[in-house]
C-alpha cells in the first residue's frame, strides 16, 4: 500500500481532477484505491456524490471532520467508519475487480483545521508541546496503518491549497508527494516554498521522534516527491504553447524536485467540468482519445515512479 499526498499552495491548478482521475484508472485496471477528501470545498467528495446525495448519506456522520474534531483526532471516530463506496463509479469496475472508496470530506473541516492548530500551543513543558506535535501531526499515519487500510493499493490524499495542520497530517502520513501546477510564474514560482516547507515538516518531525519524548509508538517518516506534473497544458503542433514550455523547462532546470514526463493536457471538454457525472472523465472518454492516452501514460509512470525510490 503507498500513500500519495496530491498538494499545491495555489488552488485551482488541477489537483482535484488529477486525484479523481487518477483514482478512477488506477481502480479500472483492477486495483483497490481508497481516495482522501481534505479539502474543506470537498470538490473530490462531490466528483462521487451529488451535493444531495452527500447532504442526505454522508453529512452528518461519514465525513473526514467528524474524524478530526473531538477531544483528539480519532476520538469520536475511527478511520475506517467513514470509507464509503461510490456505488456508480464501481459498477464500472465489476469486470476488472478494482474498487475506488472515498473518505468524503465537509465544508466546515477549516474550522475545526484552525482548532487543531490552536491546541498545539500550551503545552507547559518542552516535552509535553513536542508530545502534542507528534500526537496531532502524526495522527492521519497513525490511523492509516489500521488493518482495513493494508487492503488498498494506493491511497491518494487530496490537500487544500494551505499547509495547515490537515495537510500536514497528510504530508506525514504519505510515502510520496505529487505536486500538480500549471506552467505559469505564480504556479511554479511556489513550487520552491512547498518543497522547502515539507522538508522542513519531515525534518522536525523526525527529530522529536528521534529525540524527543518516547512512548507514543511514533515511527520517523520518508516522505518523499514523486514531483511535479503539469496540468492544463495548452498544446499545438505536438508541443506545449511557447510560454509554457518555457515554465516547464525552467522547472525541470531549476526546481529542487523531479518533473513528471506526462502531463495533463487542457481540455475543457474533458475535464472542464471536474465529475459533474459522478464518472471521472478518463473512464468515458474514448480509448483511442489523445488526451485519454496521455493521462494513461502519466498513471503508469506516476504507478511505475512508486516504491522505485526515484525520487528524493
Ligand atoms: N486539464 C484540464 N483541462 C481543462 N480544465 C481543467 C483541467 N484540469 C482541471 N480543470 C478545471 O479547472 C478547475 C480547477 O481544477 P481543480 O482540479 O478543481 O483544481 P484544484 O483542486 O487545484 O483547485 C475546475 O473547474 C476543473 O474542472
Ligand atoms: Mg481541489
Redesign the pocket.
Known sequence: MQIIAVM?Y???????????NLGAEVANRGHKVLLVDL?P?A??TFSFYSVDQWREELRKDTTIMRWYEGDRPGSEVDLHQLVVTPPLINRQFQVSGGRLDLISSHLKLIDIDLRLAARLGGGTTIGESKRKFLDLHGCLARALRHDVFQDYDLVLI?CA?NFGLVTKTAIVASDYVLV?AKADYLSTLGIHYLVGNCDELVAEYNDYVNHGPKGGGDRTIETRFLGVVF???KVYANKPIGTQQYYIAETRANSQIPVLDGT?????K?????GASGIPAILHAPVTDEVALEFRQLTTEILNGLGSGAAR
Open positions: 499545491n495555489k488552488g485551482g491548478v488541477g489537483k482535484t481532477t488529477l486525484t479523481a479539502d470545498q470538490n473530490l487530496d491549497p500538480p496540468t492544463m497544458v495533463v493536457r487542457d481540455s475543457p474533458y475535464f472542464g467540468d471536474a
